[in-house]
């Protein structure tokens, strides 16, 4: 789980791709409202019923192993004003996978973007919406240089196509085979160089990139 980072007028925004989605730091944007108590700024906002409710709604939407009558208990607990919860309490107890709280260096409390973003929200609504505009942004870098990588491996491999055909025609192929024969030796051939450039067949690779079936035919 490698972090990433995106600039929000001024304050550094630390995120990392989880299991199931991008996972954004709480205590990052609690810095943007004050750096000293980030803890505080979190576990004040777990006492709200709203992010109660957010939190549990959330998890029984995407987490089959919730315990939902431990949120209940917590549900009914919220906002009187004894009641304190911490991220690791919500986790532990409920089973909870929405936030996460890592230890170390980089450690702090991490939450689901959908999550987050609510957490933004309640920082500040336009700190919220820099932090979507950022966070887009970044997706969309991300995306451009994928689509970027997966053109060069197509060019490369259109170029070592016809070399490697030339090779297989000069090399490879008795006279004597028939057409079908022929055909079987440059699929085979063509695959190797599949497996090398894309690490699968032209069979996978068509069905996990449709629009490249049929590319070198």
């Known amino acids: 789980m490698k972090n990433k980072k995106i600039d929000v007028k001024g ?3 630390t995120f990392f791709k989880g ?6 730091s709480l205590t990052d944007i609690a810095r943007y ?5 980030t803890d505080t700024i979190i576990q004040n906002w777990l006492r709200n019923r709203n992010t109660i409710e957010l939190l549990g709604f959330w998890e029984q939407m995407y987490n089959p ?3 939902p009558l431990e949120f209940e208990g917590f549900r009914k607990q919220a906002g009187l004003n004894s009641f304190v919860l911490t991220p690791k ?6 089973n909870a996978i929405g936030i996460i709280s890592k230890s170390g260096r980089y450690g702090g409390t991490f939450a689901h973007k959908d999550i987050a973003f609510e957490f933004a929200s309640w920082i500040s609504i336009e700190f919220k ?3 979507i505009k950022e966070f887009q942004r970044l997706k969309e870098e991300e995306s451009n240089r ?13 170029i070592n196509y016809t070399i490697h055909t030339d090779a297989i025609k000069e090399k490879l192929i008795p006279a004597k085979l028939t057409k ?19 690490g699968m067949t032209a069979a996978d690779l068509a069905t996990a990139k449709p629009q490249y079936q049929r590319q070198y035919a």
Do not use: C, P
């Open 11 to 13: 304050t550094t925004i």
């Open 65 to 67: 192993d919730f315990k």
């Open 19 to 24: 299991e199931i989605d991008d996972y954004i």
């Open 129 to 131: 919406l820099y932090i």
């Open 180 to 198: 079908a024969q022929t055909s079987l030796v440059y699929a085979t051939e063509a695959d190797l160089l599949n497996m090398a450039l894309f």
């Open 89 to 94: 309490r919500w986790i532990e107890t409920t």
């Open 146 to 158: 994928h689509k970027l990588d997966w053109n060069l491996q197509r060019t490369l491999a259109k």
């Open 33 to 37: 409202k004050d750096s000293a108590n």
